[in-house]
């Protein structure tokens, strides 16, 4: 079955730096979204990339989607205190979620 | 308001209760699914109920039984459980699409989840 591998599993990071976190699928994908879940809270959609090489941004947030349509990655550029959470991606029709990153960030 | 609402927000329950958690959506989508959200462990996907078909992780115990009356609700039914069983549980829901032979989804939209401990 398809499995998604998200890496690094914990990311802390000094306030004010970049990061980048990956995706990867053992399968081709048709699409790929990604959600925010914050301490306490639930997964909230981000964004969704169905494109090879789609790049797509949102504030200090930058989504790309490879070429191969095999992996994607998240790459935050200085990083605040509300970055705080875990970032999951989710691949194709029955959404096969990766472990997901948790972001803590320090002040 | 989410759009998806999920009760109760927490639940205690001993090991030979019988109870069930209820999700509705608002949405106006066609698939709904349970997710179950262990400590330092992926989102593990439990069922699916989309496009008239119901779809099940196969590592799930039958004391998990879902119930999918219409689009709109989605239950747990939970009885015999076990300690390992405390986890978060999600509901979400979905517009799914079909082209052929392949489905395409919209973004999940999660509720805010059921804190179980079972006791």
């Known amino acids: 079955g398809q499995q998604v591998m998200q890496i690094p599993q914990y990311q802390h990071v000094q306030e004010g730096e970049d990061f980048t976190t990956y995706c990867n699928s053992s399968t081709t994908l048709s699409n790929i979204q990604w959600y925010k879940q914050r301490p306490g809270g639930h997964p909230v959609f981000l964004i969704q990339?169905?494109?090879?090489?789609e790049v797509k941004k949102q504030k200090r947030l930058t989504f790309q989607f490879g070429e191969a349509k095999k992996n994607s990655s998240l790459h935050i550029t200085a990083t605040q205190t509300t970055d705080v959470g875990t970032y999951f991606c989710a691949g194709d029709y029955k959404l096969s979620f990766g472990a997901g990153t948790t972001v803590t960030v320090r002040a | 308001e989410t759009g998806v609402t999920q009760t109760p927000r927490h639940l205690v329950m001993g090991m030979t209760n019988k109870k069930s958690l209820k999700c509705e959506q608002h949405l106006g989508h066609n698939a709904m699914y349970w997710y179950k959200q262990s400590a330092k462990k992926p989102l593990e996907l439990m069922f699916v109920?989309?496009?008239?078909?119901?779809?099940e992780n196969n590592s799930v115990p039958s004391r998990f039984s879902p119930e999918c009356p219409n689009s709109s609700h989605l239950f747990l039914h939970l009885h015999t459980l076990q300690p390992e069983d405390s986890a978060l549980y999600l509901c979400?829901?979905?517009?799914?699409?079909?082209?052929?032979?392949?489905?395409?989804?919209?973004?999940?939209?999660f509720g805010n989840g059921t804190r179980l401990t079972v006791t």
């Open positions: 979400a829901s979905s517009q799914v699409s079909s082209r052929g032979l392949e489905s395409y989804n919209s973004p999940l939209h």
């Open positions: 990339l169905v494109k090879s090489g």
């Open positions: 109920y989309s496009l008239e078909e119901r779809v």
